[in-house]
């Protein structure tokens, strides 16, 4: 029997360090890779020490306890460079470790594999957050890419964006391969009682937002719509993380402004377990998405596999996922051509927003017809294990 293929994940998040969504992408990526008996999948991850056979967790170097946070970043990489000897191939997720990725395969002369989940060019907000480290996060990426041996894009609206931000890369190495879900842990699970414990009445419809707060996921924007429900329409936002005091404050006070003038404003700002945000989407009946960015959208695929009829942005890899009218619907936005993702008009996408969701939380059978055909779709489009055999393609490809 031939010697499996070892291949080296590096990845900024992973269990049970996980805040976005590609931290889930990555641990199921490496469940599905691990499941092969022609492969050895190691992962080289951020972060306290993980008691998992075959993966190796790297912390910040104390010398660069009070740096910048992009050095910081950089410090973890050149140890997961260092302990990725004897692979044959390195996939690095996010521009965390796309530099640990680069430096191995320039010192062990192996092929880098680089998965865009996102990208820097079109997240001039995180300038907000990291200051001078976006221009070093920049640096890393473009880096990363233009030297990679193939680039995955989680969508085809992804990969469009990668050779329109880094047009020297070329084509033919841009691969599209999408995120998936595990229809086994998103499934639909009725737990009324633990709704309530959150706060919610499972007997009223709902709306439920799930992201972290940040200008990308558009919360301001859901925000500003939900004040146009009806009603009787409860409003549940699993949102925390955010990026910056200053969106942390306008959601707060968004927030408020809702809770003064209408019942059933309900907050969780911790990271709930995934029971919990199973029975919430369950139970709810729509989920929302007012991204403004987003290179295919986990979440999506987390609501339709819980049955949850789903209203998104129509932007980046959405509509590859939601389809309009028949899993949910989709909201056309203008965007700025800056990076930024800022709609040309957001009072009307606001009101268009807050037009779609009201006319499916308002017709529940409706609703519930959508989120079947999303549970169908999710199953049968989404699975991870046909992903990892089109990922095993995309690391054949790399070597040849």
């Known amino acids: 029997m031939a010697q499996p293929l070892r291949v080296d ?46 993966t ?61 989940h996102s990208l820097e060019p079109l997240r ?14 920049s640096w890393v990426e473009r880096t990363a890419y233009l030297a990679a041996a193939r680039v995955v894009a989680v969508s085809a609206a992804m990969r469009d964006d990668v050779l329109a931000s880094y047009p020297e890369v070329d084509p033919a190495k841009v691969d599209v391969v999408h995120n998936g879900i595990d229809t086994e842990l998103w499934r639909p699970t009725p737990d009324p009682d633990r709704v309530r414990e959150l706060g919610v009445d499972p007997d009223r419809p709902s709306v439920v937002f799930v992201g972290r707060i940040t200008r990308q996921k558009g919360l301001p924007l859901f925000l500003r719509a939900a004040a146009a429900l009806p009603p ?17 404050a306008e959601v ?10 209408r019942s059933g404003v309900v907050w969780i700002a911790e990271m709930l377990p995934r ?17 403004v960015y987003e290179p295919l959208g986990i979440v999506n695929l987390e609501a339709m596999a819980c049955e949850t009829a789903v209203v998104a942005t129509a932007t980046g890899g959405i509509p590859e996922v939601v389809v309009h009218g028949e ?14 993702g800022t709609p040309l008009d957001p009072d009307r996408y606001v009101a268009d927003f807050a037009a779609a969701l009201t006319e499916v939380v308002t017709d529940p059978d409706r609703a519930a017809a959508m989120g079947r055909a999303g549970r169908a779709r999710a199953v049968e489009s989404f699975g991870w294990a046909a992903i990892a055999d089109r990922t095993l393609e995309v690391y054949r490809a790399a070597l040849a």
């Not at 410090?75 to 470790?97: E, F, K, N, P, Q």
């Not at 907000?128 to 221009?135: D, P, S, W």
């Not at 707060?252 to 003038?261: H, I, K, N, W, Y």
Request: glycine share 10%; aromatic share 6%; hydrophobic share 45%.
């Open 327 to 340: 899993t949910g619907l989709l909201v056309p936005i203008e965007q700025a051509d800056d990076g930024t």
């Open 252 to 261: 707060r006070g968004l927030v408020e402004q809702l809770a003064a003038s």
């Open 275 to 291: 029971r919990d945000v199973v029975a919430l989407l369950t139970g709810a009946t729509v989920f929302a998405c007012p991204s």
């Open 56 to 116: 190796t967790a790297h912390a910040d170097p104390a010398e660069l306890a009070g740096a910048n946070a992009a050095l910081r970043t950089l410090g973890v990489d050149l140890g997961m460079a260092a302990a990725t000897a004897g692979t044959d191939l390195v996939h690095s997720h996010t521009w965390y470790a796309n530099f640990a990725g680069h430096l191995a395969a320039l010192l062990h002369d192996v092929p880098h594999v680089v998965t865009a």
């Open 232 to 248: 009787e329409v409860q409003l549940v936002l699993c949102a925390g993380a955010p990026d910056t005091p200053e969106i942390e």
């Open 124 to 137: 001039p907000w995180k300038a907000e957050q990291l200051g001078g480290g976006y221009r070093v996060s």
């Open 9 to 54: 994940v590096l990845t900024k998040e992973y269990p049970p360090e996980i805040y976005g969504g590609a931290g889930v992408h990555v641990a199921e990526l490496v469940r599905a890779l691990r499941a092969r008996d022609d492969l050895e999948t190691r992962v080289h991850a951020f972060g306290a020490p993980r008691d998992e056979a075959l």
